[in-house]
């Protein structure tokens, strides 16, 4: 993600940055990323639990002042995707950077969840959320409004209504 910013006008320390990470893929192509679930279902069960981890790293560009999502998402026990991703708009404090985190987290999981349903795999998987955030799991919570979050967009104020609702845990 960061080498890919500079890809029109690089630098030299954008090749500096380019050769290191080279020599790290190179030192570690026998690496094996293996996928192999840690759980067998019975032939009866069709309920499996979806998890996604989430975190984020506050205005970690030095440039635009950003943060950083990313996350993994997790089926029959192991890591089938991860992602890290610039959030589109600058977070003014630690909590909300992070609550744009846990819906980017959300989102993937519930792609993830559509997919399985349509494709007739799993009919009702089970969602778990993952943070280490207790800003955001005291906004989940929570039934009131508070002043640090009035402004953001009706779309994360989903999160609390889902987190009440149980369909996501």
């Known amino acids: ?15 500096a940055k380019l050769k290191h ?27 499996v639990e ?26 029959f026990g192991c890591a089938i995707h991860h992602y890290s991703k610039t959030q ?11 609550l744009y985190a846990v819906c980017t987290g959300l989102r993937e999981l519930f792609h993830l969840a559509k997919f399985l349903k349509e494709t007739q795999l799993l009919p009702q998987p089970l969602l778990r959320l993952y943070t280490d955030s207790p800003a955001v799991k005291a906004y989940a919570s929570s039934t009131g409004t508070s002043k640090w979050y009035q402004h953001l967009s009706q779309r994360y104020h989903c999160l609390r209504d889902l987190a009440m609702s149980d369909y996501v845990r």
């Open 21 to 47: 990470c080279l020599r790290y893929v190179k030192g570690t192509e026998h690496y094996v990323y293996e996928i192999t679930p840690n759980i067998t279902l019975d032939p009866g069960v069709r309920t």
């Open 88 to 98: 589109g708009s600058v977070a003014l404090n630690h909590k909300e950077a992070e």
């Open 1 to 15: 993600k960061e080498l890919y910013r500079n890809v029109v006008y690089p630098t030299k320390e954008d090749y």
């Open 50 to 75: 979806l998890k996604v981890f989430v975190s984020m790293d506050w205005a970690d560009c030095p440039a635009t002042r950003k943060s950083t999502s990313g996350g993994v998402l997790e089926c």
